[in-house]
Nanobody, 114 residues
Framework: QVQLVESGGGLVQAGGSLRLSCVALGRIVSPLAAGWYRQAPGKQREWVAGITVGGSTNYADSVKGRFTISRDNAKNTVFLQMLSLKPEDTGVYYC????????WGQGTQVTISS
């Protein structure tokens, strides 16, 4: 059984930054293929960024150049560094890890004030 624990969300002003963390607990081996998603109020969940087992990264156009996904294999942890935050980045951010199946975190709230 694998459990994902997310942290790092909060309330910041536009232009600020946050770093989200997602720790994978349980019987899981790095490197992890993982992704970050977000869901704004009244909208569908959307993909934000992903990292493959080989370390390749990809980003949604809306966050490219501002967000960076990375991981610490020794700690089974995936990060999302978010810079130059905008009010439209507001939402609940979810981590997903793919290890034989997909596992989701509980979500962490990110609120950007204008």
């Amino acid at each position: 059984q694998v459990q994902l624990v997310e942290s790092g969300g909060g309330l910041v002003q536009a232009g600020g930054s946050l770093r989200l963390s997602c720790v994978a607990l349980g019987r899981i081996v790095s490197p992890l293929a993982a992704g970050w998603y977000r869901q704004a109020p009244g909208k569908q969940r959307e993909w934000v960024a992903g990292i493959t087992v080989g370390g390749s990264t990809n980003y949604a156009d809306s966050v490219k150049g501002r967000f960076t996904i990375s991981r610490d294999n020794a700690k089974n942890t995936v990060f999302l560094q978010m810079l130059s935050l905008k009010p439209e980045d507001t939402g609940v951010y979810y981590c997903k890890v793919s290890y034989y199946m997909d596992y989701w975190g509980q979500g962490t709230q990110v609120t950007i004030s204008s």
